[in-house]
């Protein structure tokens, strides 16, 4: 079991940038793959960044590409998500979520079901 925390959420204006952090802890050796979700009011939830452990190739959604960057600390079991030029429909409770299994590069690793292991999640508001 890993639980997961996630913080660095806050209100900034488009444009803006923000840090979120999600601390692991558990049993953390055993996950091989960490992503980002985040879910709009009225939306559903969706996959935003995904990595696996030790990769440099991190897949994102399109919408995010170019402004967004995922990154993790093992040393501090701590996943990043670097957040750039945000904009109002970036706003959403963004999610750390955790898997032992990673499935590949491309859009499939972004599903829901593929993730056991979730934070209880951060709000990123982004106004106009």
């Known amino acids: 079991v890993v639980q997961l925390v996630e913080s660095g959420g806050g209100s900034v204006q488009a444009g803006g940038s923000l840090r979120l952090s999600c601390a692991a802890s558990g049993d953390t050796r055993s996950m091989n793959c960490m992503a980002w979700f985040r879910q709009a009011p009225g939306k559903e939830r969706e996959g935003v960044a995904v990595i696996a452990t030790g990769d440099s190739n991190p897949f994102y959604v399109d919408s995010v590409k170019g402004r967004f960057t995922i990154s993790e600390d093992n040393a501090k079991n701590t996943l990043y998500l670097q957040m750039n030029s945000l904009k109002p429909e970036d706003t959403g409770t963004y999610y750390c979520?955790?898997?032992?299994?990673?499935?590949?590069?491309?859009?499939?690793?972004?599903?829901?079901?593929?993730?056991?292991?979730w934070g209880q999640g951060t709000q990123v508001t982004v106004s106009s």
């Open positions: 979520a955790a898997s032992k299994y990673y499935a590949g590069y491309g859009p499939w690793s972004l599903r829901s079901a593929n993730f056991p292991n």
